[in-house]
């Protein structure tokens, strides 16, 4: 399957792009039905579409969806399902065998536990302990031989295919058909894009991220800018950024490449800022 | 827009189909992700699709889009909009000028209230009393005018659109892109299909529905044979049917031409009812 | 945790019923809104909750609230989760050792796979061959331990828990916190209730039943009588139903208990399939 | 209905309280099955709480609900329908005769259409042109009283009410029981507290933060915190702030008040703005 809409993620998966509806300019055909159709050049449309980013008007990127074909660990399933908004088939394992594949850990995948971070991992174990890597790669691969050998064997006298499942480990393979639209494939992206995220599921993140940036060239560029490398700060950290900056929001000329509306934006917010009414 | 993808609705509303994402391929290929690939001929996909509809596997349908375009008076886009798992675009009020057409009623549209079914219409006005269905022809052209005066004048004075808008009638057209999966579609065209809803979304729905039968011919049909066009009857009505019929299910034979599984299925529910176990 | 809100479930599972919103008087207070107040005794309202589920009128059943905290196996885990309608908080395998018990199958348990259903089970091993039964549990507990000690050794050496749990099998189990409205319930219900869902899914659908009769008596009998033992029959199937029964409808009588305005929709529906129109 | 679950809002409409699910510890709850239960004062819930709406782990929120009952403009309440988590029952115009009550504009209500924002109003008419105000007054109240009688002659005349409704403005006073959850409630209310929001819309959402801050006072104050007052920068605003602002990070001490983890976390965003890696 190596084509340039499939793209191979860990040992034995990948995302496959299947089918898209819609383009930026359907982002754009939707949004202008409630603001009016003065506008229409292609420049005027990325200004649109990067104006409905940035004010989160999120309805018209609805009207977009991307479908996929994704092979995955179970593990890596159990964090993709939790995405509710999104239309999915799977891979019956209660009507057919099981793929019988899984992600295996080889000696340079491990990783520690990370100390500062109770749900995360940090540093590579095989750069300090190449022994403990190889035993452990030794180790999983002996358990999953015998996981595969008890389940054909249980197939083999005849037991249900819903019952013999339920001793393979998490990191049996497993396929789906994944659609979403474009609104709620970003929200996903935002989330599993992230660093905290588990790096498997990161490394699907980015399969998909391609594709959509793909599809969808000017709308996933709002998405980067607005969203995914936007800086948040709460109503407390509006104060220590008051403490730490001193500006005359009046005075202020260009800056940071900023123009027009956005300049004016950002003023707007620095000002609310330096007022206190964040 | 007289073009075969638009079809006129009401006196000044239409269905205009603007995107389909597959075809009745994509149900089959995303259910054979679960059920594996053994079958692979058109007539076999007819088959599965039908099953799939038959037994309620409602997820494939899923996979399926359709988006139009319509145009349509604010009382249907209040019944409309009910249905959540849509995504629409509506033309903004609060940003443009309000579309100066209302759904207006011709002397031959009136209908009575219906005297058995609190929430419906019976038989047209015109019909026995032509002097009540013409004078309220007239009282609404009159009042609808007078509205729309008053409307203009309040824009005219420069009074806010949010505001001003606040007298207009839900006969007002409006229009919006509405995108909807397959599966969604079905649900909401039991509902809005059925005799019992008002007459005016029932005539959006059939030209919904021609578009939907058009994009998904085999989908539909299933859908018409085993959801539209299909009867259920309760514990209690299968108790009387029970005693209305008396039949010796192992000695039947062939039946309403249900041939195969589907007789099978058929014979089974006799049996339920036969035994009392429905 | 034996408690009457606490209702055990396989080996080491159980459903417990934490917290509930509504009552059947909350569906008639919402339905009323719509349906108006002149209706107010407590017979008034057990007609209505009929009369409300007889119709498929389901947003006021969405006004009631059901949250339960339930241990079960990931592998029932990956079923439930797909009911998408529901809220739900898991115990995380990234932040916390994984619980160290898995669903076991004891020598009763073992399922032959269906010959007729690809996607079920059939008949128990052991009741024709028990030394396979036997030898199925040994194995299995072989297997799950070996698992177990690798596990915790991978834990012992630094090993990212996300990493670990890798290897762990579906049958491990796993808690939550599910919360879902009545009419979302319902569905679930329908469809995890059926006999052709795998066993154990059944199970704790049958424990949620449990407590959803007990908060909704009025409301679930309802459901038991016009969804849950109610039968669909198709359009073909109408057709062969008439070819099987002789029935003037306009001469019947009171029939299967049936009375009033349920006797009238009875005798709509075999008119409708005695003249060929549904 | 003078009570204290009871707000009054415009001339004749309301929010009032029905019922409520959960209380801040039913988030603590469901977010503890995820995250252990090592820290159990009401200090720490207060702290978790804060830690999951900071970090966007929203789903605990989901676990609490709130119904209102709210007596609404129609044309507030066709935004309100367009929050599409939410349940609703509405008060219906077919069955019944609707409510003879519209939302009035008094003299001193009347608003201009905003110059620099094409969906705002922005200055009251009074102020500077009174009798453009009395007017305006004037002449809805007439056209209000027009309608009013068509309506009831139409009734009076046996049309149907499915029909005659067609003419009733969008100031049609109706009835909701409306039931979200409270992440869901928080998002409506971001989007409807803001400024930029009709004032109609804003001034119920006012009344129902009322409720949401009375039965969750810690969530609601984190939302107010994290979200609500929050300020977000882009990608370019981040660059532009670079410019503005030079910080040695790591001699930054106290700052705003921030202390521990919420201090680090600051310092994380400052670094990355002072790297240009946001």
Known sequence: MPDKNTIAVLDDGFVRL???????????QAARISYGDGTKTPSDDRHL????MRHRHTSPFEQCELKFHIRLPMDVMRQLVRHRTASLNEYSTRYSVAIDSHQKHYPGDWRYQAKSN??????F????????????????????????TLYKALLDQGIAREQARSILPLSTYTEIYWKINL?????????RLDSHAQQEIQMYAKAIYHFAKQAFPIATEAFDDYVLHSCTFSKQECNALRELMSIDVTAMGECG????????EFKDKLTMIMEGVC
Chains 1, 2, 3, 4 share one sequence.
């Open 49 to 52: 579409i990067r104006y409905l």
């Open 118 to 123: 109770q749900q995360g991992s940090d540093g």
């Open 18 to 28: 299947v089918d898209v509806m819609g383009t930026d300019s359907a982002i754009v």
């Open 125 to 148: 174990v095989i750069n300090d302990n190449a022994s403990i890597a190889l035993e452990s790669t030794k180790k999983e691969t002996q358990v999953l031989s015998d996981v595969s």
């Open 183 to 191: 609104h709620n494939l970003f929200h996903f992206l935002k989330l």
């Open 257 to 264: 490449g900023l123009q027009g509306r956005e300049l004016n």
